[in-house]
């Protein structure tokens, strides 16, 4: 473990907690350790997370509790660990201590709503009453002496689905959120954290009988190539064998499957969303309800290959392994449910290898080669439109593809608000709810500069070219 | 009679895409489809001896290059 495999140490302790509850999962000995796995996690008496060992272990039998699945109540598969919120202030724009008295009141004058004060001393004070928090003080004051203290999980819910209970925890609205686990990766205390069905992956593997019974299909999405860089990605392919998956294929490939479907459907109606990003899809639900009909048919990437997978053996469990929060949410849609069984992170991958210790270093190199190139670049922000641009060329289709990639859920917004008024100039939109496409997703182990690059890289590595060839193969 | 053929990694990247062109063409050509259906699998779990193609329930290793000739000795033989 001398290789950092995560950005945050809340990743690393989530990743424990995976870890041991799978380990017991495997040796069927789960039921009896259930409520020692807390102590094993944070033993002795010294706390070194929160005030007490006591707290630290009623957060983690909370963590237990939703990587078993979370509250069967809660609909949602992005869920608030009440006792592990640290309540952060939320006070929103406060004048802080830096604040020297001077006498120019910047701050005064640009506030357009007069809630600005000042005491004896000539320090500043906000109104709340009349404040609307629009930052305009905080930009002015030459001393950065007014801040904003706005919650991480609410300053990274560009969806607005957070805010705070009656308790002064954090709270989601069910209706507003997509699932994009974007509070869950910032939230510095880990008290948001996404529902984990690696239980029913364990299951789904061990009662295949070495894949005697039925056969258990790992999807990857071409995220992989831009995690797990401590090992190859032939080893990391290797290693889902270990674990007992029958085969593993690309993601991408599925992914040539939808861009091929798409730009003839582009062609047909004129305009389009892409419908492979699940959070992007569930926001055109719950904010431009009016804008559905123009989300493309086509299902995603991973449902359309998981259909297809079904139809060439129809007992098969597929699992979709990737980078996506959302996926969760979407694996439970009707429309998707019968193709895929089970959704898993990468970090949730990293915890079943260790949970069984199969250590990646040390195998032998897989073949993972499914799909082209441009299947492969689904992963990152553009690659659905550039793949889309080149289904159309392939195909010999006359249109004229004017196509913006969103990047980021608020780019989303801007571009289906102009839709919306008709004045948004292109014909496609390409919706990514994480910045940088899927390899910003919540899931990932790591988040890095390189990351394009790595997919780019990989995308160049496929044995075959162009989406026709890929595909050619399915039919 | 039933043709499949490996599309899993392995398979693909020995020519498992040109074998079931291959195939595909020589069915058609011999007018065969109503006789033999083509299909494709996901793993045989014989990689080392791809391409994998099973005729009915019988293995075979099958390369791009052999694909014709094991057309003619295997499917339009037997079928």
């Given at each position: 473990m001398g290789v950092r495999k995560f950005d945050t140490k809340v990743q690393h302790l989530k990743y424990k907690v995976l870890r041991e509850v799978a380990r017991h999962a495997w040796n069927d000995t789960l039921l009896d350790n259930l409520l020692s796995i807390p102590e094993t996690i944070?033993?002795?008496?010294?706390?070194?997370?929160?005030?007490?060992v006591y707290k630290e272990r009623a957060i983690l039998s909370e963590r237990v509790k939703m990587v078993m699945g979370g509250d069967k109540d809660n609909p949602n598969v992005i869920q608030v660990i009440d006792i592990a919120c640290d309540e952060c202030p939320s006070a929103g724009y406060e004048v802080t201590d830096s604040c020297r008295g001077c006498l120019a009141h910047r701050c005064e004058d640009v506030c357009k709503r007069g809630a600005i004060t000042f005491d004896q001393n000539h320090v500043a004070h906000i109104d709340k009453s009349k404040c609307v928090e629009c930052g305009q003080c905080a930009k002015v004051c030459p001393f950065t002496a007014i801040i904003n203290r706005k919650r991480p999980c609410q300053n990274a819910c560009k969806v607005k689905a957070i805010s705070i209970n009656e308790d002064n925890a954090a709270a989601i609205d069910n209706s507003k959120c997509?699932?994009?686990g974007a509070c869950v990766y910032q939230c510095p205390f880990g008290a948001i954290t996404d529902k984990s069905y690696i239980l029913d992956v364990i299951d789904m593997i061990k009662k295949s009988e070495n894949n005697q019974k039925y056969k258990v299909y790992a999807i990857v999405a071409?995220?992989?190539?831009?995690?797990?860089?401590?090992?190859k990605l032939g080893q990391v392919i290797k290693g889902l064998k270990e674990l007992g998956f029958f085969t593993v294929i690309e993601a991408a490939l599925g992914a040539d499957m939808v861009a091929q479907a798409e730009s003839q459907e582009l062609a047909e109606k004129g305009f389009l969303t892409s419908s492979c990003c699940p959070a992007f899809v569930q926001y055109i639900k719950s904010a431009f309800p009016d804008l559905l009909p123009l989300v493309s048919h086509n299902l995603s990437p991973m449902a359309a290959l998981a259909q297809y997978i079904k139809k060439t053996d129809k007992d098969a469990k597929v699992v979709f392994i990737g980078p996506c929060t959302a996926k969760k949410a979407e694996a439970q849609l009707e429309s998707v449910k019968p193709h895929v069984d089970a959704v898993m992170t990468f970090e949730e991958l990293q915890a079943l290898y260790d949970s069984k210790?199969?250590?990646?270093?040390t195998l032998g190199e897989d073949v993972l080669d499914n799909a082209s190139y441009f299947g492969r670049i689904f992963a990152r922000l553009g690659g659905l439109s550039d793949a889309v641009a080149q289904g159309l060329k392939e195909q010999n289709i006359e249109f004229d593809l004017k196509a913006i990639a969103c990047d980021g859920i608020e780019e989303c917004r801007m571009a289906l608000l102009k839709k919306s008024k008709n004045?948004?100039?292109?014909?496609?939109i390409e919706g990514m709810a994480c910045v940088g496409g899927c390899i910003g997703g919540a899931g990932c182990l790591t988040h890095g500069e390189k990351n394009k690059a790595e997919v780019d890289k990989y995308g160049r590595e496929a044995f075959e070219k162009t989406i026709s060839d890929a595909v050619a193969i399915l039919k | 009679m039933k043709v499949t053929v490996c599309i899993g990694s392995s398979c693909h990247v020995k020519g498992s895409r040109q074998v079931v062109e291959t195939l595909q063409q020589l069915i058609s050509d011999n007018n065969l489809s109503e006789k033999v259906e083509l299909a494709g699998t996901f793993?045989?779990?014989?990689c080392q001896q791809g391409v994998c193609v099973n005729v009915d329930d019988d293995f075979y290793s099958v390369t791009p290059d052999s694909a014709a000739y094991f057309f003619e000795e295997n499917i339009k033989a037997k079928v």
């Open positions: 944070a033993p002795g008496k010294t706390p070194t997370m929160r005030c007490c997509i699932q994009c071409p995220s992989i190539s831009s995690q797990f860089v401590y090992a210790d199969v250590d990646i270093t004045v948004l100039d292109a014909n496609f | 793993c045989m779990g014989k």
